[in-house]
């Protein structure tokens, strides 16, 4: 018997249109999909498909012309104002402010009580191995660091929701590799549902539980794939012939063989 | 062993400040001696080139008022400057907040702004009478510019998606502004202020030349009749003393208020 998990996210028929003066652009025509509580997605697509679009829809940003983007479910209870946290692809630390004070923004901004969210924010500093860093400014800190600060800040907060816009997209290979590994360590520790936007296909495949694939001009959503790789994921199942066949479809979908 | 380094440097100047200063004041010294040597050697007449030494003579003038004229001049500068930086920021917040405020007057400032200022000046007199007024007003008018354009510039250079990163939150508009809009301005608020503050000396000596009964300004055309070239140049020394200690201030605040790496050179 399966027992049927009701969606935290439910997106369907969704419509977006930007209108410049007479000029219309059409920057997601018709995505429909569901994410599960806890799951980590993939979106991945070619620049100006829509993907960055579609978090801002999600977080709130921006309204839509067409269709529907709920979050929340009976179990899993969503209030906009205080359950998302973003991450982009700059790190976006407050220069002026000491790496603890940037983490510590969002609970400003949300009235949360002070001396338990500099514990949390330590807490998450430790988490995302930037212990002892506290009290440095962002400048002091490399740009995989930055990033690290800045997963940290999307956390302190305890959102549900974690709207990541190709976080890793800034940092040299090596790094990047290293920040997926730790993103999964840190979905595995803390539950959150996050999705996570890139155009890294090999990315998208090793981080998601799920991949849904958007194709440019015009942008729509191409496929919504399950990705089925043993857990826990190490980069050895980058190597495995299931790792190349989710790839393969991606590049496929994508038009790029 | 770290330790120690870290105590020593918090009394000690770095060596590498030591010398940048060193050199800076070598070279101000040297100025001054060359100053020295072409007038004492090059027999140079006193009232086309005083020497240094006659020309700090002549602070022993007594009909000179030089602390009262200083005064005022002075009061002129930072009165007029206080309002360009009150008057250019409030301005440049107001834009931040209504887009149409700033496309609806941002033109007319600019229009107003290509008035030369020094062509104001006998109509202030008309307006405020002789005095500090017109010159504190002559003061503002230069510097005020420079300050609501490079505050403005600042409003709009936040990055866009920090704004989206507050939004998000449901951030208000004034947590918005306190925690992320003004001190992102701050930096360039400080180079427009340094720009205004060298202006506003400017501005100040040109009104007390225009018209005036007071100051370093007036004092300089009065002894200009008598060739009184070394009190000339103390009252030049003097408005540059002030122009240097204003400098200083803005400095010393910026330094107090925005960390090194945020800073606009």
């Known amino acids: 018997m399966n027992a049927v998990v009701e969606p935290f996210i439910s997106v369907s028929g969704l419509r977006k249109v930007y209108r410049k003066r007479d000029a219309e652009f059409l920057a997601i025509s018709d995505a429909s999909f569901e994410v599960a509580p806890g799951e980590l997605v993939s979106l991945v697509g070619p620049s100006g498909c829509g993907k960055t679009t579609l978090l801002k829809v999600l977080a709130g940003l921006q309204g839509y012309d067409a269709g529907q983007a709920r979050i929340g479910s009976t179990t899993h209870p969503f209030d906009p104002s205080r359950d998302i946290g973003m991450v982009f692809q700059q790190a976006l630390l407050l220069k002026w402010r000491r790496v603890l004070q940037n983490v510590l923004l969002p609970a400003e901004i949300l009235g949360l009580p002070f001396r338990e969210s500099r514990e949390r924010a330590r807490d998450l500093l430790a988490m995302v191995g930037l212990s002892g860093f506290e009290d440095k400014y962002p400048y002091e800190l490399s740009g995989g660091m930055q990033q690290r600060a800045a997963i940290a800040r999307a956390l302190v907060h305890d959102p549900k929701l974690i709207l990541m816009d190709e976080p890793f997209g800034a940092l040299d290979a090596l790094t990047r590799e290293k920040m997926n590994l730790e993103l999964l360590k840190i979905w595995k520790q803390s539950g959150k549902t996050i999705l996570f936007v890139t155009h890294g296909i090999s990315e998208a495949v090793f981080l998601g539980t799920r991949v849904i694939v958007f194709t440019a001009g015009p942008a729509r959503m191409a496929d919504n794939i399950l990705i089925e790789l043993p857990e826990p994921r190490t980069l050895d199942i980058k190597t495995t012939e299931l790792f190349g066949e989710y790839s393969r479809r991606i590049y496929h979908l994508l038009g790029m063989e | ?265």
């Not at chain 2, 050697?41 to 080139?49: E, N, S």
């Not at chain 2, 240094?52 to 003579?57: E, L, M, N, Y």
């Not at chain 2, 700033?102 to 229009?111: K, S, W």
């Not at chain 2, 002894?223 to 400095?251: K, N």
């Open chain 2, 1 to 265: 062993m770290s330790d120690a380094t870290k105590s020593r440097a918090a009394w000690q100047i770095p060596p590498e400040a030591v010398r940048r200063y060193t050199l800076a004041i070598a070279a101000h010294a040297a100025l001054i001696l060359i100053w020295y040597l072409v007038v004492t050697y090059g027999r140079i007449p006193t009232f086309v080139l005083p020497s240094p030494v006659a020309t700090i003579a002549s602070l022993g003038g007594s009909n000179y008022h030089w602390i009262g004229n200083t005064l005022v001049t002075a009061s002129e500068i930072f009165g007029g400057y206080f309002l360009s930086v009150v008057i250019g920021v409030a301005i440049a917040i107001l834009f931040s907040w209504s887009r149409t405020a700033e496309e609806t007057a941002m033109p007319l400032l600019v229009t107003l702004n290509m008035i030369p200022k020094v062509a104001l000046g006998p109509l202030f007199i008309v307006w405020l009478s002789y005095g500090i007024m017109p010159n504190t007003i002559m003061a503002f008018a230069i510097s005020f510019f420079p300050i609501l354009l490079n505050t403005t510039r600042g409003f709009r250079e936040v990055e866009p998606e920090l704004l989206e990163l507050v939004r998000s939150l449901h951030s208000s508009k004034w947590q918005t502004f306190v925690k992320i809009q003004l001190p992102s301005a701050l930096p360039y608020i400080f180079s427009g202020m340094k720009v205004g503050a060298i202006l506003a000396v400017a501005g100040a000596i040109v009104g007390e030349f225009l018209g005036s009964a007071r100051g370093l300004g007036y004092l300089m055309l009065q002894v200009q009749v008598t060739l009184d070239t070394p009190a000339m140049f103390m009252a030049v020394i003097l408005i540059t003393l002030v122009g240097v200690v204003l400098y200083g201030a803005v400095l010393g605040l910026e330094r107090l208020v925005i960390v090194r790496d945020a800073r606009v050179n």
